[in-house]
């Protein structure tokens, strides 16, 4: 008895030091069982189910999701292909700009809060009713914050980098720039990013339509919480579903709605001026509604005051791709980059984001930010301790670099059999592509290896700040790499354009 007795304080110590808790959240749904009749105290704090992760689980976890997310950057690359000829987009070129800085907007903040809530399912903030209700409320109310500011300053980022190159200046473009945008940016947040204004409701009285209205609106905004929580409790890594699924539900309904939005504002240009401020006016009204709703919880609200930097600075670098994208879509040598800048740049950044979150949560799992430990090294990394190392984020990093050819490939046969980009595909071409592609992916996993391990020896949740900067990058990258090749393509003479058919 007396034995038994020291051995149960050491565990509870050991449990408030938070080593053991963390752990036995990730066992509870993992491979291994913790109902396990060893009682040996020489268990160490050291994350279990990431690290028992072999290659072949992990790419058959990610590789569902990265298909899913592929196809809708694809679809989402089909629409852009058609709607660059609309009047619109020929008239208000700037919206092309919009185009990465928005679908980026949309994928970090879908992808940001996929990494904070698989990092809180891991490692066991989730487990109940009141902690998970918790955190759902105040991760959608803070993204239609930072949806509407951040939507808001992409098209004042438009207009001037629209405007620098030209000298021509526009107030009635200016103002559906910012109409479209923030309309955009604000109602694909709230069909995505679930209903805010429901969640908080404690009780809902009365007749049966305000629970059915409730639960409605909450089904339609579960589906990226309900794969994390799943995928816990199938012993699935949440970190390699979520952050892909989260950017597959962005992309195709974020351009769609771009497109629609911006047409039925300047159809009213001519005869109704008036409408687009009103649309710009009506949707930052709401903003202190939602910025009330995510200062009720500590965690966002944290977030609600400094959590700005990583995603304004990602839309400015994601704008810089949209103005590449602006020079080069109307010019019949670039005919097809339309189709293919959308995929490129989701799969980049959907690789990086799971990689991302999965040293994220591996770190958060060693102690807090800013805590000096073995697994968060200050140095920057080689490539060669990136890709080649034993750990299993250097395991994780050569599984998603081996699917960047293979997914890319299917996702140029699809576009290919829907006849799309007004291009053909020539082996010469596809080398091209898939040079760019890998050396994009390339360079962004390595980044992410050492940016996350800065920021958190700097005292930052890289869940908070990392993937914004690194799926903006992979914007700017993909797109510069691809009007590169596409330029020397053309060069060579190997882009013949059949836009005229």
């Known amino acids: 008895p007396g034995g038994e007795r020291a051995e149960l304080l050491l565990l509870e110590s050991r449990a408030d030091g938070k080593g053991l808790r963390e752990e036995d959240a990730l066992l509870e749904s993992g491979s291994q069982s913790n109902e396990s009749d060893d009682t040996s105290t020489d268990r160490g704090p050291e994350p279990a189910s990431p690290l028992k992760e072999t290659s072949f689980s992990i790419g058959l976890q990610v590789l569902f999701p990265f298909l899913l997310a592929g196809f809708g950057t694809v679809a989402a690359g089909m629409v852009l292909d058609i709607v660059q000829h609309w009047d619109v987009f020929k008239y208000v070129t700037e919206v092309f700009i919009l185009v990465p800085a928005l679908l980026g907007l949309k994928g970090n903040l879908e992808m940001t809060l996929a990494s904070r809530l698989s990092t809180a399912a891991n490692i066991g903030q989730m ?14 109310a803070l993204i239609q914050v930072q949806a509407t500011v ?21 107030i009635d473009h200016a103002v559906l720039l910012c109409a479209s945008s923030v309309a955009t940016a604000f109602i694909a947040s709230l069909v995505l990013g679930k209903s805010t204004l429901c969640a908080p409701l404690p009780e809902l009285p009365g007749s049966p339509w305000p629970h059915a209205v409730f ?13 994390i929580i799943g995928s816990r409790k199938m012993g699935i890594n949440p970190d390699n579903v979520a952050t892909p699924i989260a950017a597959s539900l962005g992309d195709l309904i974020t351009l769609a709605l771009l497109s629609g939005i911006s047409w039925g504002l300047y159809k009213e240009l001519e005869s109704k001026a008036y409408v687009n401020p009103l649309v710009c006016a009506f949707f930052i009204a709401l903003l202190p509604i939602w910025i009330v709703v995510a200062k ?25 791709g949209g103005l590449i994208l602006d020079r080069t879509v109307s010019d019949p040598n670039f005919a097809g980059i339309a189709v293919f800048t959308p995929v490129i740049n989701g799969v980049g950044g959907n690789l990086v984001a799971v990689q991302a979150s999965r040293i994220s949560t591996y770190l958060h799992m060693s102690g807090m930010p800013g805590e000096s430990s073995e697994t968060a090294p200050r140095k920057c ?6 890709f080649f190392g034993s750990d299993v984020n250097s395991r994780s990093a050569r599984v998603l670099f081996l699917l960047v050819v293979p997914g890319h490939l299917v996702f140029l046969y699809t576009i290919s059999s829907m006849r799309g980009g007004h291009t053909t595909l020539t082996l010469i071409f596809i080398l091209f592509y898939m040079t760019a592609a890998l050396l994009q992916v390339l360079i962004l996993l390595y980044i992410a290896d050492w940016m996350v391990h800065w920021m958190w020896g700097r005292d930052l949740d890289p869940d908070n700040f990392s993937i914004p900067y690194l799926t903006a990058l992979g914007d700017l990258i993909g797109t510069g790499l691809l009007a590169l090749s596409f330029h020397i393509l053309w060069l060579i003479g190997d882009r013949d354009s059949d836009v005229g058919d």
Do not use: Q
């Open 215 to 227: 639960f409605l609106f909450v089904a339609l905004g579960m589906i990226m919480i309900g794969v």
């Open 150 to 170: 951040v939507g808001f300053l992409a098209s004042i980022a438009a207009v001037i980098f629209g405007w620098i190159p030209d000298g021509h200046f526009s």
């Open 381 to 386: 990394p080689s490539p060669c301790s990136t």
């Open 127 to 140: 487990d109940t009713p009141k902690e998970l209700w918790k955190m759902i409320t105040g991760n959608m």
């Open 296 to 320: 009720r919880n500590a965690a966002t609200r944290e977030v609600l005051y400094s959590g700005w930097e990583p995603v304004i600075i990602a839309m400015a670098i994601s704008s810089v």
